[in-house]
Every structure is written in structure tokens, then in C-alpha cells.
């Protein structure tokens, strides 16, 4: 099936690690998206990146890190630097000329 | 920059009676519009999109928006509401890109509605 597929779904890391948050679209869509999601504060922006090897950062960049090496991949690191890490990581994507994002089912990271 | 507004946190309405979502905006031009609906834990689904022509747009689900340019709003309605439309509903606007399109999107804050049987 065609979608964005996002793993793990639940990760618990502790303080000071780095962790890894996979996001993989069969989609052939050219932008991909990661967005944090917190209680009562919608969805904010992390990075984008809109074709293979470049990406730009969104609002919230800071403590976060990406890349872009396969148009279907768009990994985001979250470092240890990250204030708060524990969210909830939604993965996006869509095609350059076309109006809609789609989200795929989101990561929940928890950190102790 | 661009910023979206939902002054709702929390609805609440009974079954069978109508519904109005509020969404404000503020963008100097006319942006890409978006309303999606997430169930606890899960993706965001769109539910409809406004980019230009009759500002009247219907989505799945029942749901419609509107557009107004000189309220700078975006209200999501729909006409009866069942238990299952139960959810948080995000606006969100993106800012036209002059290559065309729009580059990101920015979300309101979200209105979780909650559905009396």
C-alpha cells in the first residue's frame, strides 16, 4: 500500500541520548516535513525539505537534526541538545506542484 | 510572517446539533487553506482545502468551510454532528511561494470537540 510510514511508534530513550526517528514514503512525493506536536499547542515546524539533499529549517529547529539522501527517506535525529524532547513526531509529505500534504500515523518519543 | 488563530480550545455539542469550528488568520495575501481532523494518537486527515475560486469548499465527512477575505477566516461547519466526529481540528494556512504553491504550512493552535450522545 502507498502511504508514509513512520517508526517506532513508541520510543522511550534516556536523557542524554540521541535518538532516531524514521520516516519512509512510497508516495514518489517530493517534500517531506517533520512537525512536533505538544499538548494545546498545535503542530510546529522542524525542518522541510523539498528535493534530495537540501532541507531548510522550520521553527523549531534547534536540538534537531535531518537529512535527505533518498527522495522516500527523511530521517530526524533528535539530539540530546533538545530541551524538551519528549513529543509527539509527525512525518509529512507531498508532491512540489500539488496543494496537499499528507501526514503519515506520528512517533511517540518519551524521555527520562 | 503568517499566523493562525483557533480562539476555541474545547467544544462541546450534542448530537444531531450543528457545528461551527472558528479559524482566523494573518497573511498580508490570500494563502493556501487547510482544515484536518486527528483522532487521539493518530496522523492528521484533510478534511478540505480552500486555494482560490468559489469560497464555499465541501470536504468529506458532511463538513464545509468558507472563506472570507475581509474577516480573514476560515470556519469549518457541518450541519448535524454524529459521535463519531469526536476529535481535535486543526486550521492551518500556508503562504504562497513565488515560484508558485506554497512551501510549509502553519497550524493553528486546534479545537477539540466533544460530542454529547
Not at chain 1, 522550520?58 to 527522495?71: F, H, L, N
Amino acid at each position: 500500500d502507498g502511504g508514509i510510514t513512520q517508526s517506532p511508534k513508541y520510543l522511550f530513550r534516556k536523557e542524554g541520548q540521541n535518538v532516531t526517528l524514521s520516516c519512509e514514503q512510497n508516495l514518489n512525493h517530493d517534500a517531506m516535513y517533520w512537525y512536533r506536536q505538544d499538548p494545546g499547542q498545535g503542530l510546529r515546524l522542524i525542518y522541510y525539505s523539498q528535493i534530495v539533499n537540501d532541507f531548510q529549517k522550520g521553527d523549531i529547529a534547534e536540538g534537531y537534526s535531518v537529512s535527505r539522501e533518498k527522495k522516500e527517506s527523511f530521517p530526524l535525529t533528535v539530539t540530546s541538545a533538545q530541551k524538551n524532547p519528549t513529543a509527539f513526531y509527525l512525518c509529512a509529505s507531498r508532491v512540489m506542484d500539488g496543494n496537499t500534504i499528507y501526514f503519515g500515523e506520528g512517533s511517540w518519543l518519551t524521555v527520562v | 510572517a503568517q499566523s493562525v488563530t483557533q480562539p476555541d480550545i474545547h467544544i462541546t455539542v450534542s448530537e444531531g446539533a450543528s457545528l461551527e469550528l472558528r479559524c482566523n488568520y494573518s497573511y498580508g495575501a490570500t494563502p493556501y487553506l487547510f482544515w484536518y481532523v486527528q483522532s487521539p494518537g493518530q496522523g492528521l486527515q484533510l478534511l478540505l482545502k480552500y486555494f482560490s475560486g468559489d469560497t464555499l469548499v465541501q470536504g468529506i465527512k458532511g463538513f464545509e468551510a468558507e472563506f472570507k477575505r475581509s474577516q480573514s477566516s476560515f470556519n469549518l461547519r457541518k450541519p448535524s454532528v454524529h459521535w463519531s466526529d469526536a476529535a481535535e481540528y486543526f486550521c492551518a494556512v500556508g503562504a504562497r511561494a513565488q515560484a508558485g504553491g506554497y512551501n510549509k504550512l502553519i497550524f493553528g493552535a486546534g479545537t477539540r470537540l466533544a460530542v454529547h450522545p
